[in-house]
């Protein structure tokens, strides 16, 4: 949707500089293949596996987060970006993608068993997978076709589910630690202050008219 | 009891270059020792010279850059990265062991003293954390056994409780918006446990004294439980006639058990405890390896624990 905001939202909002969105990809991209790189040449520490898998997994929230601050930027300050969430959110689909590949392969070596064992057992892995899974039919139905094919309004509907898998990836990433570490929670909060904006909104603002009702 | 003959070289006494030079200049253990701990705020890596033991494995060493740079020690942060960036802060020198509670000949130890009247050992365990990976230590010490026999217990002691410096001075880590964990950190073990010869007081490692972050000067190796017992950088010894609180059962006790006795078929409520990881093996490519009951020492422990239901008694 973010190639058409261009034109009609440049009088709502500030339009930074525009840079190609090629670009967010390849910026986007960087982290992932400096930590294979890394991992490949022994500079990821003791452990590397787990090092790998956790910056994967913290990445894909950190992109999440940023596809959800996208919109209250626009609307607090002003700021558009708009023009750029889908390369983020796909950016976080991807990052999840990697994260998981690395737990399949590198973590559980393929153990089918053990993996099956994991995803029914460990409430984290559940809703990992379930975080996962979600963001599949999203990073699917990013892209134009999609939109038309669909409607505008299902098709936002739909991305509604991006609240939930951030809600499931904070959650799985404060099940995953030990005590109560202070890095998961400041992801959790972020996470419940996006969300909380988008809730308190709608219940302060009534839904806007629609323009061809008036 | 399986007595192994140890093999002629040890893996340990393959060390890296930096040590070995290190050595030389120093060449008398006990003199190096009585300088560092001359010096002020302890200092680091003084050599030690110690027998070898039959308790040793001959497993391949995880190396002493892993042994030092990944570590648990809440008291210095969460980050395995944390403790070897800033245990340095940490003064163990002067540093003193307090033995108390249900003992005849109540004493406190410095730890020169500790270290001077002890026959050194250079133990190689295994060290299985409760998250999953493993290593293997050349830890060097002596039996906890041989601190306890000084001190004479009453009949009344069941338990050996043990406790960590409480100094946030001195402790970043314990600074946090939560608490990770209730400070001071504190362990315990039955009284049987502790008198076991597997259990050993560590006071150093790859034949020198232990960096900060491994549990300086002095810390607690139970090789047969999850790595969370070997409570580091002791400051008290008590005994006492009922099961002592330890930290991460208070933490969560659906969790953490007061045993915590390794055990593959005993998950952990988050994660398999089925296999492991053992740290420096296969990099990016690490192969688990199915962990072992009592993380292999059943041969010594098992019967500490006949006729209790460990599923229980986790």
């Known amino acids: 949707m973010a190639g058409r905001v261009s034109a009609p939202g440049a009088a709502k909002g500030f339009v930074l500089p525009q840079v190609p969105k090629i670009l967010v990809y390849i910026v986007g991209f960087i982290p992932a293949v400096w930590l294979f790189y890394a991992g490949i040449t022994d500079q990821l520490g003791a452990d590397p596996m787990r090092y790998l898998e956790q910056a994967l997994g913290l990445w894909a929230l950190r992109f999440l987060i940023a596809t959800l601050a996208i919109t209250p930027l626009r609307q607090l300050f ?113 996470v419940a202050v996006l969300l909380g904006y988008r809730l308190v909104r709608s219940l302060v603002k009534k839904p806007s008219p629609r323009r061809r009702a008036a | 009891m399986l007595i192994r003959r140890p093999s002629d070289i040890l893996p340990s006494e393959i060390t890296p270059r930096e040590v070995y030079l290190n050595r030389r200049q120093w060449m008398s253990g006990a003199a190096g020792l009585a300088f560092a701990a001359s010096l002020p705020g302890g200092l680091s890596a003084a050599p030690l010279s110690a027998v070898k033991s039959p308790f040793s494995t001959d497993e391949k060493l ?197 045993y915590a006795n390794v055990n593959p078929s005993v998950d952990h409520p988050r994660w398999s405890q089925a296999t492991e990881r053992r740290i420096g093996e296969g990099g990016l490519f690490v192969k688990r390896r199915p962990t072992l009951m009592f993380n292999g020492y059943a041969e010594q422990v098992a019967s500490l624990y006949t006729g209790m239901d460990l599923r229980k008694l986790y």
């Not at chain 1, 609240?163 to 990836?169: D, K, L, P, S, T």
């Not at chain 2, 070897?84 to 509670?101: E, F, I």
């Not at chain 2, 991460?248 to 953490?256: D, L, M, R, V």
């Open chain 1, 78 to 190: 002003n700021v558009n970006l708009l023009r750029y969430r889908r390369a983020i959110g796909l950016l976080a689909f991807y990052y999840a993608a990697l994260h998981l590949i690395t737990y399949l392969v590198l973590d559980q070596g393929l153990d089918v068993a053990a993996i099956v064992a994991d995803i029914l057992k460990r409430p984290y892995i559940t809703i990992g997978m379930a975080t996962f899974v979600i963001l599949v039919p999203l990073a699917v139905t990013s892209n134009n076709a999609a939109i038309r094919r669909m409607g505008g309004q299902a098709w936002a509907r739909l991305h509604k589910l991006v609240y939930v898998a951030a809600i499931g990836a904070a959650l799985h990433f404060i099940l995953v630690v030990k005590s109560w570490p202070t890095e998961p929670l400041v992801y959790a909060a972020i």
């Open chain 2, 62 to 258: 995880t190396s002493r850059e892993d042994v030092t740079s990944y570590n648990n020690f809440y008291e210095f942060g969460t980050g395995k990265d944390d403790p070897a960036a800033k245990a340095k802060s940490l003064k163990t020198s002067p540093w003193a062991v307090k033995v108390d509670g249900m003992v005849g000949k109540p004493a406190e130890f410095a730890i020169e003293d500790l270290i001077k009247s002890s026959t050194l050992e250079e133990r190689i365990y295994r060290m299985r954390c409760v998250e999953g990976w493993s290593m293997v230590i050349p830890w060097v010490g002596f039996p906890l056994a041989d601190l306890i026999k000084r001190v004479e217990p009453l009949g009344s002691a069941k338990y050996v409780a043990f406790e960590t410096a409480y100094r946030p001075e001195e402790m970043p880590g314990m600074d946090t918006v939560f608490p990770v964990l209730e400070w001071p950190y504190v362990e315990g073990l039955r009284l049987d446990e502790a008198m076991n010869p597997l259990a050993i007081l560590a006071v150093g490692l790859y034949g020198e004294t232990l960096p900060n972050q491994n549990g300086a000067p002095i810390r607690l190796v139970v090789p047969w439980k999850y790595g969370f017992k070997g409570i580091k950088s002791i400051t008290r010894i008590s005994f006492v006639d009922k099961q002592p609180a330890t930290s991460w059962n208070k933490q969560a006790p659906s969790e953490y058990g007061f």
